[in-house]
């Protein structure tokens, strides 16, 4: 964790015991919510650094298949297998909320999709998906926006 927000955690701890012992316990509770809620957000910030998430949808057509990063890092060395059609494509890079669109035959039935990818980092990731025709992109809006605490 960054230094500089570490030392300002542990002012407001004691910050909040100054205001239970001195003022009021009511007041040192209330402190103690904020450093809390101050904290929470500190550690979701670290967790969701540099993770990028590529996602795979079906094109509205049934044509092709729409590849984006939803992560909040770039994606590098990108490659998609369609299992089923053994097709595969190559994306050097995808930047965060890049769309990259693959023509392929018409998709009639569920295919297997399996994606890997790195961050700038080195890190890698992957994941299969199992794809219907049906699954056409939509903006889920009680989804996170970044993969949080292993979120997948």
Do not use: H
Not at 4 to 26: E, K, M
Not at 74 to 100: G, H, M, N, Y
Not at 102 to 112: G, N, Q
Request: a neutral charge; proline letters at 6%; one cysteine or more.
């Amino acid at each position: 964790m960054n230094r500089n927000l570490l030392i300002v955690l542990v002012i407001g701890l004691i910050a909040c015991t100054a205001l239970y012992f001195l003022i009021d316990i009511y007041a040192g509770m209330i402190g103690a919510v904020i450093v809390i809620a101050l904290a929470m957000s500190v550690f979701i910030m670290q967790d969701s650094m540099e993770k990028p998430n590529v996602v795979v949808f079906v094109e509205e057509n049934r044509k092709g298949v729409r590849v984006r990063n939803r992560g909040n890092a770039r994606a590098v060395s990108v490659k998609i297998t369609l299992l089923p059609q053994d097709l595969s494509f190559d994306i050097p890079a995808l930047d965060e909320d890049a769309v990259r669109t693959f023509p392929v035959p018409p998709i009639t039935e569920k295919m297997k999709v399996d994606v890997r990818y790195r961050n700038e980092k080195g890190d890698s990731f992957g994941k299969t998906v199992l794809l219907m025709p049906d699954d056409i992109e939509n903006e889920d809006l009680l989804k996170p926006v970044f993969p949080l605490f292993g979120w997948k």
